[in-house]
């Protein structure tokens, strides 16, 4: 897809502009939009799984859940089932109070907020490109 052809909108934007299409398209659409979006969820948990800078239990602990509201409202939340307070931790990294730096020797910032850009971007595409 060449970048004239690429439409640009808010998530908030698209929130809205998906709901209309539900609207006008139904079922389809309803069923593009929740398979594009478990996508998107399974790729950002095994990015984030792969990426993890401590490994072992912080890195397994990724994963994702369906949560449905209604009949219309679906979405997926990726989340560290096990150590949640790290994820904060390693994506804002803090001064501990000895003088310290937490995380040492790990620079992790934005890591999380990357991929869920683009994995999120991804899913619009999806949608728009099925749609």
């Given at each position: 897809?060449?970048?004239?052809?690429?439409?640009?909108?808010?998530?908030?934007?698209?929130?809205?502009?998906?709901?209309?299409?539900?609207?006008?398209?139904?079922?389809?659409?309803?069923?593009?939009?929740?398979?594009?979006?478990?996508?998107?969820?399974?790729?950002?948990?095994?990015?984030?799984?792969?990426?993890?800078?401590?490994?072992?239990?912080?890195?397994?602990?990724?994963?994702?859940?369906?949560?449905?509201?209604?009949?219309?409202?679906?979405?997926?939340?990726?989340?560290?089932?096990?150590?949640?307070?790290?994820?904060?931790?390693?994506?804002?990294?803090?001064?501990?109070?000895?003088?310290?730096?937490?995380?040492?020797?790990?620079?992790?910032?934005?890591?999380?907020?990357?991929?869920?850009?683009?994995?999120?971007?991804?899913?619009?595409?999806?949608?728009l490109r099925k749609i």
């Amino acid at each position: 897809m060449s970048n004239s052809n690429r439409i640009r909108v808010s998530p908030e934007q698209f929130s809205k502009a998906v709901g209309q299409l539900i609207e006008r398209f139904g079922d389809e659409a309803y069923e593009i939009a929740e398979k594009a979006s478990k996508s998107a969820a399974r790729q950002t948990t095994s990015k984030l799984k792969g990426s993890a800078p401590t490994g072992g239990q912080y890195a397994r602990g990724w994963s994702h859940k369906a949560q449905k509201n209604g009949v219309t409202k679906y979405s997926e939340t990726v989340y560290n089932r096990t150590d949640y307070q790290l994820t904060h931790l390693l994506e804002k990294p803090h001064a501990t109070g000895g003088g310290g730096h937490y995380p040492k020797n790990v620079d992790y910032t934005g890591t999380i907020a990357r991929i869920e850009e683009k994995n999120t971007n991804r899913f619009m595409e999806e949608v728009l490109r099925k749609i």
